[in-house]
DNA sequence: TAGATTGTTAATCGATTAACAATC
DNA sequence: TAGATTGTTAATCGATTAACAATC
């Protein structure tokens, strides 16, 4: 299978290639995308052999055919429908985030607990009562839940995701939850996050970059 | 040095410990460390090693002590001052994140170019226009710049914070950045994550999962 | 003492890089 | 053809895991 390193990798190779295509780019050498994405030309070619993609020694690699390559190797064809819970500063940043995101992306509803948000829509996603999860979902299922909830409700929604049949979850709560192996967890441990980058600018300062 | 996957680890064992102290658990065994966060005990021991820290062979490792050393060695003891760009929905979230992490994480300015904002205290931080950078953080110097604005001023603004002698940046815009090698980055993609998530719940979905 | 765990070294594993024949 | 790049295998590197003597 394809690693989880070669996946963040593609996805950097996707981005660069669109921006390729907008400025008109017709072939790309792995050095040039190696270099324009901070890897090496070999790390570049290793990648794109484990999704099959060819290129050619004299022009190198077709920008068009790749960026579809890589989009079709990544995105399941029908897009990505999500739920999110947790109508907050952070929930609200993501539906603004991925307003802009269509067709792959896209919310089809959000949920809180908060009255006062029920009923409003926001960046054209409506907002459900929290309690209306199982028929919201039920009729329009999602791929993937996005948890934007204080920490000690992190693990209770996410069960109420995992019942509905959502098979992804992305945890944006402090709180570490628990999953069973069928279902797939993305968490984005904000405090880790800041805590690392505290130590390496402390490190970075202090010149340990061997 | 310490590698970058053993800091993180160290982040995580210390949010246990700081769990396990209000639990009034006085040791802990290597294997215990390690279920509860994933890990295997050999893993703990060997990046208890890397920061210095013994335990016992009959009571395992002391919780407060262990916990302490971590922080230490994790956090310069003055804490670590933070000035955040962009007070839209994901800045605020941010903000309204932080005030609760004092004294360690404190932010001491934020900045936006929306009048509408300037002079306003949002979660216990003064927003600034952008313009007055220069003076603010002579005034009160940052070790971290947060970048929370739309992804074509990111780089304009990590210039600016480099320029006024901000050792760390952490990237939330999806404009990827660069900064010279004596500034430490740390990027949060959404994006990235998001598609990341998407093609392992698909890979999961699919029994993928070796 | 007997039994379990620590600290640390050696073995293993996986991912990255180097090398080079095949190709254009 | 000569020169450069691709595709792929072999070598290297770094991180994880296994093993075990020392310790309590």
């Known amino acids: 299978m394809v690693s989880q390193k070669t996946i963040e990798r593609l996805i950097v190779y996707r981005s660069l290639l669109e921006k390729l295509i907008t400025e008109h780019e017709e072939y790309v050498y792995s050095k040039a995308l190696a270099t324009l994405t901070g890897n090496t030309a070999a790390q570049v070619r290793r990648d794109l052999m484990s999704i099959g993609f060819s290129g050619n020694p004299k022009y190198g690699y077709d920008v068009k055919g790749l960026c579809q390559q890589i989009k079709t190797f990544l995105e399941?064809?029908?897009?990505?429908?999500?739920?999110?819970?947790?109508?907050?500063?952070l929930g609200r940043a993501i539906l603004g985030y991925f307003s802009t995101m269509r067709p792959t992306f896209r919310l089809v509803a959000a949920f809180d607990t908060d009255e006062n948000k029920i009923g409003r829509v926001i960046s054209g996603c409506r907002c459900h009562h929290l309690r209306d999860l199982p028929n919201v979902l039920t009729k329009t299922p999602a791929d993937l839940g996005v948890i934007t909830v204080p920490g000690s409700n992190a693990q209770r929604v996410a069960d109420m995701l995992i019942e509905n049949g959502v098979p992804g979850l992305v945890n944006f709560s402090p709180e570490p939850i628990k999953v069973p192996t069928t279902v797939h967890l993305e968490t984005i441990n904000m405090t880790l996050l800041f805590e690392k980058a505290?130590?390496?600018?402390?490190?970075?300062e202090k010149g340990e970059t061997p």
């Open 76 to 89: 399941p064809k029908d897009g990505i429908a999500m739920a999110l819970i947790g109508v907050g500063n």
């Open 198 to 204: 505290a130590y390496f600018t402390n490190a970075t």
